[in-house]
T-cell receptor, first 112, second 113 residues
Framework: GNSVTQMQGQVTLSEEEFLFINCTYSTTGYPTLFWYVQYPGEGPQLLLKVTTANNKGSSRGFEATYDKGTTSFHLQKASVQESDSAVYYCVLGDAGSWQLIFGSGTQLTVMP | GGIITQTPKFLIGQEGQKLTLKCQQNFNHDTMYWYRQDSGKGLRLIYYSITENDLQKGDLSEGYDASREKKSSFSLTVTSAQKNEMAVFLC????????????FGPGTRLLVL
């Protein structure tokens, strides 16, 4: 079945440092891949979305590239801010299903 | 745009009690979802509904019932609250399938004494 793996449970950075959050996926189909972000006390919200038609997505300075060869969908940002502190989820969606498959999440803490 | 409203925001229950959580959306979306989020963990799907009066079980449906009385609302019932249970229940909606963005409510925080 479909699955998503996020190995980094926690990432701590200082402001203006480079962010890289690792995500790999497994599927037999042609998935849509998402990154969702969840701030304290709120529900997750969409950060960016990439389909098979366009292999790269970006939003608010974040970027993710859909690599079918390595089945990876890593999240990057060149320079983080304290306001980026949140939990980031890598998520897989499939046209043949109504369900989204969530990774376990990565807690990002950015120190001022 | 639209909004998802979840009530109540906080719910404190007793062991063995039946507890009901409610969700309303004004996106006019067909599909609605209930997830459970435990501290430090990801989201696990409890139930979803692809249209009014439809119900589909997720991986975590045991111990829960759900009801989709109309397109805009989706209720979740904890059939028998477990002592010391603590979790956040998140409601979401989307226009259709797994290729569509899901929009989440702020959550209901449950504590069972």
């Amino acid at each position: 079945g479909n699955s998503v793996t996020q190995m980094q449970g926690q990432v701590t950075l200082s402001e203006e440092e480079f962010l890289f959050i690792n995500c790999t996926y497994s599927t037999t189909g042609y998935p849509t891949l998402f990154w969702y972000v969840q701030y304290p006390g709120e529900g997750p919200q969409l950060l960016l979305k990439v389909t098979t038609a366009n292999n790269k997505g970006s939003s608010r300075g974040f970027e993710a590239t859909y690599d079918k060869g390595t089945t990876s969908f890593h999240l990057q940002k060149a320079s983080v801010q304290e306001s980026d502190s949140a939990v980031y989820y890598c998520v897989l969606g499939d046209a043949g299903s109504w369900q989204l498959i969530f990774g376990s999440g990565t807690q990002l803490t950015v120190m001022p | 745009g639209g909004i998802i409203t979840q009530t109540p925001k906080f719910l404190i229950g007793q062991e063995g009690q039946k507890l009901t959580l409610k969700c309303q959306q004004n996106f006019n979306h067909d599909t609605m979802y209930w997830y459970r989020q435990d501290s430090g963990k990801g989201l696990r799907l409890i139930y979803y509904s692809i249209t009014e009066n439809d119900l589909q079980k997720g991986d975590l449906s045991e111990g829960y019932d759900a009801s989709r009385e109309k397109k805009s609302s989706f209720s979740l019932t904890v059939t028998s609250a477990q002592k010391n249970e603590m979790a956040v229940f998140l409601c979401a909606s989307s226009p259709g399938t797994g290729q569509d963005t899901q929009y989440f409510g702020p959550g209901t925080r449950l504590l069972v004494l």
